[in-house]
């Protein structure tokens, strides 16, 4: 049973233009979402977050977009650039209890060609 | 060393043996994450130490699996009796939640195989 869900496994861009990575939750009870990028060998690293009281945030380059109502997020990679290539895996948080640990989707491969 | 460190960096056993992995926290980290990412797949949550509260064991896969945290800080997760699908990269992470933060920064895994 996923409940984070990140249902392109790969995605090519050109270098300059907008990066769309999609994600899907179905635990209504995820209050905090957060984007992290991985490069091969090494540990996964935190991008940009948000919040669920929020629908947007925006750091630089990136912006991350929630949908409550649909229980989408979205991250915007705008431009895009060579160095952003990696796996971006969608995390989301419970709000209580022992469920402190992040759920994780299965990543999408971002290649951007130059 | 400011990040969260992992050792070995690879590690090739048997089946069969039984196998340690490290994990050195950011220090002043309180929490505390074990997870593993079989090929392909995404990260999968393993176990979870919060400062001095049991730890949550849920997603430990079997019993073979178990985890300590000595002093509250560094951690060593156990596998025994390995088997070929424990293959994976096994990633540490820990955390200082407070004010809303609960980024968890990650080590760079051990990746362990099994033949």
């Known amino acids: 049973d996923q409940q984070v869900k990140q249902n392109s496994p790969s995605l090519s861009v050109q270098e300059g233009r907008i990066s769309i990575l999609n994600c899907d939750y179905t635990n209504s009870m995820f209050d905090y979402f957060l984007w992290y990028k991985k490069y091969p060998a090494e540990g996964p690293t935190f991008l940009i977050s948000?919040?669920?009281?929020?629908d947007k945030n925006e750091d630089g380059r990136f912006t991350v977009f929630l949908n409550k109502s649909a229980k989408h997020l979205s991250l915007h990679i705008v431009p895009s650039q060579p160095g952003d290539s990696a796996v971006y895996f969608c995390a989301a948080r419970g709000s209580s209890g022992s469920a402190r640990q992040l759920t994780f989707g299965s990543g999408t491969q971002l290649t951007v060609l130059p | 060393g400011a990040g969260v460190s992992q050792s070995p960096s690879n590690k090739v056993t048997e089946k069969g043996k039984d196998v340690e992995l490290r994990c050195d926290p950011i220090?002043?980290?309180?929490?505390l994450y074990w997870y593993r990412q079989s090929l392909g797949q995404g990260l999968e949550f393993l176990i979870y130490?919060?400062?001095?509260?049991?730890?949550?064991k849920s997603g430990l896969p079997s019993d073979r699996f178990s985890a300590e945290r000595t002093g509250g800080s560094v951690s060593t997760l156990t596998i025994q009796r390995t088997q070929q699908e424990d293959s994976a990269v096994y990633l540490c992470?820990?955390?200082?939640?407070?004010?809303?933060?609960?980024?968890?920064?990650f080590g760079p895994g051990t990746r362990l195989t099994v033949t």
């Open positions: 948000i919040s669920s009281i929020k």
């Open positions: 220090s002043g980290h309180t929490a």
């Open positions: 992470a820990s955390s200082f939640p407070r004010g809303g933060g609960y980024e968890q920064y």
């Open positions: 130490f919060q400062g001095n509260s049991a730890p949550d």
